[in-house]
Nanobody, 120 residues
Framework: QVQLVESGGGLVQPGGSLRLSCVASGSIFSINAMDWYRQAPGKQRELVATITSGGSTNYVDSVKGRFTISGDNAKNTVYLQMNSLKPEDTAVYYC??????????????WGRGTQVTVSS
């Protein structure tokens, strides 16, 4: 089994910054990619940012230039630095990882999410 635990969410004023972290633990042979998703009330979950094990990144257009995804392979951790936050960034942010375990089986796992609220 693999567990993903997010942290770093909270309440921030518009224009402020937050840094989210997600740590993966358990039966991990390799992590192929880690993603951040978010889900606002009444909306579908959307992919915000992706990073592969090779360091390639991709972002949804609405956060480009404001959010930065990074990873620490040695710590099985992914970060999301969020700057210039807007009220529309308010959502529960979820970590997702594609993991190959020691039996060489690959599947995706979800964390439980961390709330980000942008409000004055």
């Amino acid at each position: 089994q693999v567990q993903l635990v997010e942290s770093g969410g909270g309440l921030v004023q518009p224009g402020g910054s937050l840094r989210l972290s997600c740590v993966a633990s358990g039966s991990i042979f390799s992590i192929n990619a880690m993603d951040w998703y978010r889900q606002a009330p009444g909306k579908q979950r959307e992919l915000v940012a992706t990073i592969t094990s090779g360091g390639s990144t991709n972002y949804v257009d609405s956060v480009k230039g404001r959010f930065t995804i990074s990873g620490d392979n040695a710590k099985n951790t992914v970060y999301l630095q969020m700057n210039s936050l807007k009220p529309e960034d308010t959502a529960v942010y979820y970590c997702n990882a594609e993991v190959t375990n020691w039996s060489r089986s690959t599947r995706r796992y979800w964390g439980r999410g961390t709330q980000v609220t942008v409000s004055s």
